[in-house]
């Protein structure tokens, strides 16, 4: 059957594209509940973002199992199921996300741990919603222990771009952070225009690079959205919890202040502010974090 036949089926049965990520997200998450040897297919990372998927995950592993019946035997099914439901997403991207995001800049946040190829693909999915690329800050490990978050306080508030305010009632590093880095990254949502000047930008970013709390690439102008991709974060001293709090009172504050999705590999996160978009290691995530910022670009959400 071809892309064009399945791609009618399913829009004539009333499923819409954003139903369809939900359907395939939700095979994603089956598989790993019926059989814990089983997880999702890791999407395959192509450059330009639109290619079908190749079935991934630890099937070749378990077709011993997947042969019979019982748990694995559905597990088995449902994940060929999933990576079906992502192929069909894969290879009609350019369909699904044509012009979400025509001339809107993007600038990628994320943390040390997200991998590089879920990062080329959403470079890809964001091209082809036609977005341009605003550049790149990695949060490095340091962004996030605890022993470090004094001098990072300190860096944010020597740094603040001007007109730019702190939070008074939460003073973690983390939302700090986020609210200078809305400032400094991102264009005011209300009226298109920079909260902040390139000199203070740069400011902002130089601090913090040779600090050692980002990384970034050259070239970063004011975004349309932000989109933090995380990844694991690395262990430390600091305990887990501290680093996940960090991170999500981050972007949450930076969604108070501009267009955030937060994309994550696992579940979606309870984000305030933020536009929350699970498994971002699949091309259905991927492609449903485009979607969700060019929802925010057109304020439906």
């Known amino acids: 059957m071809s892309n064009g036949t399945r791609t009618s089926g399913l829009l004539a049965a009333g499923l819409g594209w954003g139903a369809a990520i939900g359907v395939a997200i939700g095979m994603l998450l089956i598989a790993p509940a019926m059989n814990g040897t089983l997880g999702p297919a890791k999407a395959s990372a192509s450059s330009a973002g639109t290619g079908p998927e190749s079935a991934g995950g630890d099937i070749g592993a378990n077709s011993t199992d997947s042969a019979g019946s019982g748990d ?50 959403l470079r890809g999915f964001e091209e082809t919603a036609g977005a341009t ?5 990695v949060l490095t490990d340091k962004f996030f222990q605890r022993d470090a978050a004094d001098e990072l306080s300190n860096i944010i508030v020597n740094t603040l771009p001007s007109g730019a305010q702190l939070s008074v009632d939460n003073r973690s590093p983390g939302t700090h ?23 203070d930008r740069a400011l902002v970013l130089d601090a913090l690079s040779e600090a050692g709390f980002i990384e970034r690439s050259d070239g970063i102008v004011p975004a349309g959205v932000l989109l933090v991709v995380t990844g694991e974060l690395a262990p430390n001293e600091s305990g887990a919890n501290f680093a996940h709090q960090l991170l999500n009172d981050f972007a ?24 929350p978009v699970g498994h971002v290691d699949t091309d259905a995530g991927r492609i449903g974090a485009v979607l969700a910022a060019g929802d925010l670009v057109a304020g439906q959400q």
């Open 72 to 121: 694995s035997g559905d597990a088995f099914r449902a994940e060929g199921q999933a990576d079906a439901a992502n192929a069909l997403l894969a290879a009609e991207a350019e369909t699904i996300l044509a012009e979400k995001l025509v001339d809107v800049p993007v600038t990628i946040i994320r943390t040390a741990g997200a991998h590089d190829e879920d990062i080329a693909a």
């Open 133 to 137: 690329d605003a550049g790149e800050v």
């Open 177 to 199: 952070a986020g609210e200078s880095l809305a400032a400094a990254l991102a264009v005011n949502p209300d009226t298109g225009e920079a909260y902040a000047t390139d000199d």
């Open 252 to 275: 949450d504050a930076l969604g108070s202040k501009s267009r955030v999705v937060l994309a994550t590999p696992g579940g979606e996160q309870d984000a305030k502010h933020a536009h």
